[in-house]
């Protein structure tokens, strides 16, 4: 029988904060596994966040977010673009703020609904190394961020404005929504003015097209927030220039 480590205060097991990673072992592994990969956890609340960096040494996996809602902000010039980091991903906040680019540009952190992470550090590193499995889980993670910041990019090319937010918000029920019967929910309080950060749009251009796709009936608002998607995802995109961004 594994015997288990004694869990620490602040200590979860990583296998029961993320059960993912359970389906990549066996049963007999998976068991063992969970009495020796214990990892520290953190909580942040909502507001700006400045992160210190727990795990950021050279052999630190870095932080993996277990629920919550994060925001990081890129800064160049007189612009500011936004991407959402939520459940599943990993971040390593001090490995490249900006300052060193050959354009420098500045990096903020929101925290939009309360984080909980967990420190994947080097211990975490070198007991997670036992199993080869998880170590490819947790690059997945890192990947599936990567993939995700390259749909944004895509549908940031996007002419109409109204097209954008409804592959965005897809891409958004797809990560975070849920099946209701009013719809698919996506849980989401953001902003007219962050929208448009993440699709790569004015503010008022975003308020005059959310306003035509409620007017059509493809989404709707929820009274404590968020969003219901009402239809099917859409298989073809408009190709005039109405609505085109500005």
């Known amino acids: 029988m594994t015997q288990r480590r004694e869990t620490q205060p602040g200590e979860v097991c990583l296998l029961d904060a993320f059960p993912q990673l359970t389906a990549e072992l066996e049963t007999a592994e998976a068991e063992r596994a969970r009495g020796e990969l214990m990892v520290r956890v953190e909580r942040v609340p909502a507001g700006a966040w400045r992160p210190t960096s727990p795990a950021a040494g050279p052999m630190d996996l870095g932080l993996l977010l277990i629920d919550g809602l994060l925001a990081r902000h890129v800064l160049v010039a007189d612009t500011r673009a936004t991407e959402l980091i939520g459940r599943g991903d990993l971040l390593r906040p001090s490995d490249h703020e900006g300052e060193d680019a050959p354009v420098p540009f500045g990096v903020a952190w929101t925290v939009l609904e309360p984080l909980t992470v967990a420190v994947l550090d080097a211990e ?4 997670a190394c036992r199993w080869p499995q998880l170590i490819v889980a947790i690059v997945k993670a890192a990947v599936g961020r990567s993939f995700s910041l390259a749909d944004h990019f895509a549908l940031s090319h996007l002419r109409r404005v109204d097209d954008r937010l409804m592959v ?3 891409h958004f029920a797809d990560r975070w929504g849920s099946v209701r019967p009013e719809g698919v929910v ?10 448009g950060e993440i699709i790569g749009a004015q ?16 989404i709707s608002r929820r009274r404590e927030g968020g969003w219901v998607l009402h239809g099917e995802p859409p298989q073809r995109l408009q190709t005039t220039d109405e609505g085109a961004a500005k």
């Open 203 to 218: 503010r008022p251009s975003v308020t005059t097209a959310l306003g035509q796709i409620e007017a059509a009936g493809r």
């Open 168 to 170: 965005m918000f897809w």
């Open 124 to 127: 975490v590193t070198e007991a």
């Open 186 to 195: 996506v849980p989401l309080r953001l902003t007219h003015e962050m929208l």
